[in-house]
């Protein structure tokens, strides 16, 4: 656990804050003056730790990364006993345990706001394929997404966790458009400055290396279902991030410009 002095008012608990988002969070609160404690993933685990954490936190920022929600209980109960607000950044994809912990928060009576994002982080699963030549093997290639620049969550999680009027909200984060897994690895090879292509496999395929992960059963089938369901109905947009923060959402495109170097 580390903690970052920046001024005298309430510290914010970014737990996982070497994540994509929670980087930025830590990052966004500490150029705004306020001040950042951290906590690992791993230690989130332990009551103990987390206890320790949340003293005197005016909020905390939860992500859940585990495959279940084991654990969760006594987490949301320490957070309910010990903080006054929890911004919890949740999943669009079924089969992940976020729906759960989201249960567990309403239950515990703690104010808190849910995001529910698909982050631009997904994109870099492609990165090895990318960078040993272009050819991205997957599922659900015309299946049209719509994944939320993480510094766009990070914006919008600052202001939940340091304004009022945010509790009990449950906002939906997504970009400006939706381009399919495709268009998306295209966009990538553009950025790059050599061509990337989609290559489609069968869904038991895609079904055999998920589960080779370690990803459970029900994940792996919620999150094929859902590229499934987006071939007919893409994602749509919505504007939560430019009505809460002012400012447009980065469009895939853009992202994938900023981050060139990590597909090369």
Request: no cysteine; proline share 6%.
């Amino acid at each position: 656990m580390t903690n970052k002095r920046v001024d005298d008012t309430p510290p914010v608990l970014v737990i996982g804050a070497s994540g994509a988002v929670g980087r930025h969070v830590g990052l966004q609160l500490a150029a705004s003056g306020v001040r950042v404690r951290t906590l690992t993933q791993r230690e989130l685990l332990d009551p103990a730790s987390l206890e320790a954490a949340v003293q005197g936190a005016g909020a905390v920022l939860l992500g859940w990364p585990f495959p279940t929600a084991d654990g969760a209980t006594e987490a949301v109960g320490v957070l309910a006993r010990e903080v006054g607000r929890v911004v919890f950044l949740s999943s669009s994809v079924p089969g992940r345990p976020d729906g759960g912990v989201e249960a567990l928060l309403a239950r515990s009576g703690v104010p808190h706001t849910v995001l529910r994002a698909h982050g631009f982080a997904a994109a870099l699963q492609w990165a090895e394929e990318i960078r040993a030549g272009g050819a991205v093997q997957g599922y659900g290639g015309a299946a049209g997404l719509n994944p939320v620049d993480e510094r766009d969550i990070a914006a919008v999680a600052v202001r939940a966790l340091v304004e009022n009027g945010h509790d009990g909200a449950r906002y939906v984060l997504t970009g400006p458009e939706s381009p399919t897994q495709a268009e998306q690895v295209e966009m990538i090879g553009a950025a790059v400055g050599r061509p990337a292509t989609w290559q489609e496999i069968p869904r038991e395929t895609a079904r055999r290396r998920m589960s080779a992960t370690g990803r459970l059963p029900a994940a792996v089938d919620g999150a094929l279902d859902f590229l499934h369901a987006r071939i007919a109905a893409p994602e749509p947009a919505t504007t939560t991030v430019q009505d809460l923060t002012g400012h447009p959402a980065r469009s895939f495109r853009a992202w994938a410009t900023d981050h060139a170097a990590l597909f090369r």
